[in-house]
């Protein structure tokens, strides 16, 4: 088939990868345009713009495309077969979706209609789930509302981090998509029940609130791993919280109740276990509390 891919994050690469090796033909590859990076400032590529220039694929990278009628056109001239979306970045105008010959797919990491929107795996693991998935939808103009061609279940660890699980629904995207455009298989409209909804995280979700249940904290520490990442407040500075475990214990929220670094919460406790202060190196907690005065008794803020 003549394709377009149209992704920008690590996530997205396996399924680039996997197409060009199965002799896909991609006529372009879309993706966000390089971004400020480092102390420098310098433009940095995101990731599939570095392996797709690697592959030898053509690279484009708008700003927009809602009112960007010559990147539309453009887009219409390629003659395209498909096009195969995985956490591109930009919404698609009716114009796009419609000018493949059989549309727009997406391969969204989640069992939809559960886990809409722009952070499904960090939101199944903060809620708790059991499993997730990817599934593959044919776009329309809703924010994943799409009928399912394919879709495909997988557990989540109760250890799992959201870089875990980035790492294995990405390959199962991979195999996924590459069913889908073999198989084509019948669009299944999503079922109006069970729809749930994942928000854009910003750096600040990554703040801990001490008034929570401790399992609901731990699971936001393995959630938000590696971005935005889980923090908190020690003597005035940031402490990010990168490794906890729930211990049976209890306290007045944010209060540290003893010397192995175990905070109360508003259900529970949580015992921090890996660290990392503002502009120093992550370390185990037990090596942090040698090197830094934490008294029982005293108080993590949000």
């Known amino acids: 088939m003549r394709l377009a891919f149209m992704g ?24 966000q345009p390089p971004r400020p990076a480092g102390r ?58 419609t000018a493949p010959r059989l549309g727009c797919f997406n391969l969204h990491a989640s069992l939809l209609p559960r886990w809409r929107g722009a952070a499904p795996i960090q939101a199944a693991i903060m809620a708790g789930d059991s499993e997730t998935g990817v599934t ?40 996924l998509i590459l069913r889908a455009l073999a198989e084509t298989p019948r669009p299944v409209p999503q079922p109006d029940e069970g729809v749930t909804y994942a928000p854009k995280l910003s750096r600040d979700s990554g703040r801990i609130d001490w008034t929570r249940d401790a399992r609901a904290i731990e699971r936001q520490v393995r959630a938000f791993d590696p971005w935005p990442g889980t923090f908190t407040i020690l003597h005035g500075k940031m402490l990010k919280v990168l490794a906890a475990q ?24 949580l015992r921090l276990t890996r660290v990392q202060l503002a502009g120093r190196p992550a370390m185990a907690a037990e090596d942090f509390l040698r090197g830094h005065a934490v008294t029982v008794g005293e108080f993590l803020r949000g």
Do not use: K, W
Request: charged share 15%.
């Open 8 to 31: 920008s994050p690590e996530f997205a690469i396996p399924a680039l990868r996997a197409l060009h090796g199965a002799g896909q033909e991609l006529a372009a590859v879309y993706c």
């Open 40 to 97: 420098g400032h310098t433009l940095r590529p995101c990731p599939v713009q570095v392996v797709a220039e690697e592959l030898g694929l053509q690279v484009r990278s708008p700003t927009r495309l809602r009112s960007n009628l010559a990147e539309q056109a453009a887009f219409a001239a390629l003659g395209l077969d498909a096009a195969v979306v995985a956490a591109y970045g930009l919404l698609l105008p009716e114009a796009m979706l």
């Open 246 to 269: 729930p211990c049976p214990r209890s306290g007045e929220p944010g209060a540290v109740l003893d010397g192995h670094f175990t905070v109360a919460c508003g259900s529970g406790a």
């Open 136 to 175: 593959i939808m044919q776009m329309d103009p809703g924010l994943d509302t799409g009928p399912m061609l394919l879709q495909e279940s997988v557990p989540i660890d109760p250890a799992a981090t959201a870089a875990t699980m980035h790492e294995v629904l990405a390959e199962l995207g991979a195999r």
